[in-house]
């Protein structure tokens, strides 16, 4: 079993939909991340949670810890919005080491 | 804004040759850089952790006489990919670390080996 787990794998929305990816994990983490990686490859950092709920414009993270739990939704969904969204954890016991999640391939149509 | 540049964005080089990619902190000093490599439709993978001052440390499986990183300023940190080859063609991704707590990632740098 994987440490960072995300589903779904695979996301087709309708523009305007409402979208929500989740993220699990298995180790204490001091830290998770958000990532947006475009077809092209370039990295943008959407958040970085270590409790609650963070909202950034149309996106929002909130992350139980208890739960080991991660989501990340997105609002009012839109074309630009096409891309793999990953997980990332800061594993607790090694503080320098940042395990990813396989990612979620998001594509919205028009 | 941007808190971590690379340079260059993408490279394109023939094989045989070495390609130096730069990480910059822009907002903070950062005594701790890290190198990710991400092969096509596949996770992140640490290559090494750059410290400032100090020799990089390379996780397993990844070559420190290819791979030459160097730290030499607080926000500065590169990647050298010594004697390319087609197979080293990826996607290298830089991260800098703030504090025990704030991680931020580099857009990245696409090496294509020809």
């Known amino acids: 079993k994987n440490e960072v787990e995300q589903s779904p794998q695979n996301l087709t929305a309708q523009e305007g939909e409402f979208i929500t990816i989740n993220c699990s994990y298995s180790?204490?983490?001091?830290?998770l991340h958000w990532l947006q990686q475009h077809p092209g490859g370039g990295i943008v950092s959407l958040f970085m949670?270590?409790?609650g709920k963070k909202k950034h414009g149309r996106l929002i993270a909130t992350i139980n810890i208890q739960e080991k739990h991660s989501s990340l939704h997105i609002t009012a969904s839109h074309p630009r919005d096409s891309a793999v969204y990953i997980c990332?954890?800061?594993?607790?016991?090694?503080?320098?080491?940042?395990?990813f999640g396989p990612g979620t391939s998001l594509s919205v149509i028009p | 804004g941007a808190v971590v540049s690379q340079h260059p964005s993408w490279v394109i080089c023939k094989s045989g040759t070495s390609v130096k990619i730069e990480c910059r902190s822009l907002?903070?000093?950062?005594?701790?850089m890290f190198w990710y490599r991400q092969f096509p439709k596949q996770s992140l993978m640490l290559m090494a952790t750059?410290?400032?001052?100090?020799?990089?440390?390379?996780e397993q499986g990844v070559e420190k006489d290819k791979f030459l990183i160097n730290h030499a300023s607080l926000t500065l940190s590169t990647l050298t990919v010594t004697s390319a080859h087609p197979e080293d063609s990826s996607f290298y991704i830089c991260?800098?670390?703030?504090?025990?707590?704030?991680?931020?990632f580099g857009p990245g740098t696409r090496l294509t080996v020809t």
């Open positions: 750059s410290n400032e001052g100090s020799k990089a440390t390379y």
């Open positions: 991260s800098v670390l703030r504090s025990h707590y704030e991680q931020y």
């Open positions: 907002d903070f000093q950062a005594t701790t």
């Open positions: 949670l270590s409790s």
């Open positions: 990332a954890v800061r594993n607790k016991t090694s503080y320098d080491k940042v395990i």
């Open positions: 180790v204490g983490i001091s830290a």
